[in-house]
């Protein structure tokens, strides 16, 4: 996928996109995720793409992430909801889960809004899998998800997340 959006761009403008890689080891699995700006574009405000990677062992797939529109912010196309950060816990009998913490780069009210969420939170299983698909971003269900993970103590002292996005 990576390779095809690079292509796409690179054949638009002849120049290709500026793409991080970020790693984050999380027990026996190792994620990679690549975000990209389009090329010529100065700050970022978001990416333009991601793309999340699982590697367990010599096995390798592509992770799931949120979906949502891209927008057009100052003039560059990005993505409207993205992961800016990460981490990786621990919970019951040394299950471990990535935490990732989305973003979202279109104002609330705004069309593609994200619900009216600017930051929220999302967990990954160690086969790549959201472990909280029909779970409310915050509130009492959440809590008891993270209480029957065995998370609720690492996410009430605070975790130290790893920026994806710089």
């Not at 500026?18 to 990679?32: D, K, N, S």
């Not at 975000?35 to 333009?48: D, M, T, V, W």
């Not at 619900?115 to 409310?136: A, H, I, N, S």
Request: aromatic fraction near 6%.
């Amino acid at each position: 996928m990576i390779y095809a959006v690079a292509l796409a761009l690179a054949s638009a403008g002849n120049a290709s996109p500026v793409t991080q890689i970020e790693t984050l080891h999380c027990g026996a699995v190792e994620y990679r995720m690549a975000s990209g700006a389009s090329p010529g574009e100065a700050a970022p405000l978001a990416p333009a793409f991601q793309t999340l990677i699982r590697r367990a062992g010599v096995k390798q797939d592509h992770g799931q992430l949120e979906r949502g529109p891209s927008v057009v912010i100052r003039g560059h196309r990005v993505l409207a909801r993205y992961v800016s950060s990460w981490a990786c816990l621990t919970g019951h009998h040394q299950t471990h889960y990535a935490l990732l913490a989305y973003a979202c780069s279109v104002e609330p009210g705004a069309e593609h809004d994200c619900g009216g969420e600017k930051e929220w939170f999302r967990l990954l299983d160690t086969r790549g899998r959201f472990v909280d698909p029909d779970v409310p971003h915050d509130g009492p269900q959440r809590e008891r998800l993270y209480a029957r993970l065995g998370i609720t103590a690492a996410m009430a002292g605070g975790v130290k997340m790893t920026p994806v996005v710089r």
